[in-house]
């Protein structure tokens, strides 16, 4: 029996930087916050965005490496729960966007990394076996 060891691959690797990026960005929401306000730029909760970032983050990173796994025997549901994780991901960096007031490559480095590989995954779990 042949394994989709691609789309597993790339859900390793998409939820890996998904995780750091999540947890990166949920940890410093508060700094964030405190920095944005301090400079005089208009801040929001900084609760509302760490729990925005841990659900699209976290969660958009959990989602890919379930479907991943799913896929790698080519289960119909793993390309269902790659194609959500990876537009959770989006969320979440649209999420940071929203959040720092405009795009930075430095900042959403890791999941910017992460959609990429959330994209080819998706990509690779819709694929038939062969």
């Known amino acids: 029996m042949k394994k989709n060891t691609a789309a597993l691959v790339f859900a390793i690797l998409g939820a890996i930087f998904g ?12 700094t964030c916050a405190g920095v944005s306000s301090a400079v005089g ?3 929001g909760t900084p609760v509302g965005y760490m ?3 841990i659900c699209l983050g976290i969660g958009g990173a959990l989602l890919m490496l379930i479907g991943g796994i799913q896929a ?3 289960k119909k549901a793993g390309t269902a729960l790659s194609v959500l994780g990876f537009l959770l991901q989006v969320g979440c960096l649209v999420l940071q966007c ?8 430095t900042l959403s480095l890791c999941t910017i990394v992460s959609v990429l590989m959330g994209l080819l995954q998706a990509i690779f779990a819709a694929r038939k076996p062969q």
Do not use: K, N, R
């Open 19 to 30: 995780l750091i990026g999540g947890i990166l960005w949920a940890a410093c929401a508060q």
């Open 98 to 105: 929203v959040f720092v007031g405009g795009f930075s490559f």
């Open 51 to 53: 729990v925005g970032f």
């Open 72 to 74: 790698f025997t080519y």
């Open 41 to 43: 730029g208009e801040s």
